[in-house]
């Protein structure tokens, strides 16, 4: 079992940035990829952005160029540098890491952006 558990989630004003954490309960290592999803109320969960093993990123549209995300091995964590938030991207924001078999989740960060 991993425990995944996210900060670094709150309210910011448009145009401002946010960074979220995610530390993992054992190596990072392990995971194939590790990455970010949102979520808001009555909407599917969707993609923000992924990092492999070997750093390769992927980012939904929305948020290219405007988000950075991150991994480090020696600490195991996945981070989620947000610049120029727009309202649009409040959310509740997931960690999520693809283990050998099972994938992982943490428990949510709210992040509000206000107009």
């Known amino acids: 079992q991993v425990q995944l558990v996210e900060s670094g989630g709150g309210l910011v004003q448009a145009g401002g940035s946010l960074r979220l954490s995610c530390a993992a309960s054992?190596?990072?290592?392990?995971?194939?990829?590790m990455g970010w999803y949102r979520q808001v109320p009555g909407k599917q969960r969707e993609l923000v952005a992924v990092?492999?093993?070997?750093?390769?990123?992927n980012y939904a549209d929305s948020v290219k160029d405007r988000f950075t995300i991150s991994r480090d091995n020696a600490k195991n964590t996945v981070d989620l540098q947000m610049n120029s938030l727009k309202p649009e991207d409040t959310a509740v924001y997931y960690c999520?890491?693809?283990?050998?078999?099972?994938?992982?989740w943490g428990q949510g960060t709210q992040v509000t952006v206000s107009s």
């Open positions: 990092i492999s093993l070997s750093g390769r990123t």
């Open positions: 054992r190596s990072t290592f392990s995971f194939a990829t």
């Open positions: 999520k890491v693809q283990g050998r078999t099972t994938d992982y």
